[in-house]
């Protein structure tokens, strides 16, 4: 759940402008597992700058980035397929909800790090839900960011 609350923490913060979270739990624009590659990135993934805090394979970090400022440390979540620790519950509406308004699949909102990418267009936003629908699953436990007031050490 923390890797969600920042998720996307960066591509999804590729995106964004206001949407309307899809209550369909279909996938409509399902890439084929395993397709998505750092070397095939759509140009929207490239230009947002996801891969620079989700990694390459966009499975997140466990090594908090630097240059935070005091009392944040931010770890961008994992954005693959997993189904336990990624995005693999999350449908193409609430995904793109996040991208574009920061706000994950539960309401949460995400730290201010990950920014909302509102000026996102449709089709920016079609490759980037596709070619991270495409990438292969990766099972990776990311740490809970801490953004105070948002969220803070328990």
């Given amino acids: 759940m923390r890797a969600h609350l920042l998720v996307f923490g960066l591509c999804l913060t590729l995106l964004g402008a206001g949407v309307a979270c899809s209550s369909s739990s279909t996938n409509k624009l399902s890439g084929a597992p395993g397709t998505g590659t750092s070397d095939n990135a759509p140009a929207a993934v490239k230009k ?41 519950t999350w449908t193409d509406g609430q995904l793109e909800f996040a991208i574009k308004n920061g706000v994950d699949k539960d309401g949460l909102v995400l730290c201010p790090q990950m920014k909302h990418f509102s000026q996102i267009t449709p089709e920016e936003m079609s490759e980037t839900i596709k070619f991270l629908r495409g990438l292969p699953s990766v099972k990776k436990d990311i740490p809970g960011s801490i953004c105070p007031p948002l969220k803070t050490k328990m």
């Fill in 48 to 88: 947002y700058g996801c891969q620079n805090c989700h990694g390459t394979d966009m499975s997140g970090v466990t090594v908090a980035l630097t240059m935070q400022p005091d009392g944040v440390d931010l770890y961008p979540p994992n954005l693959t397929t997993d189904q336990a620790t990624g995005i693999g």
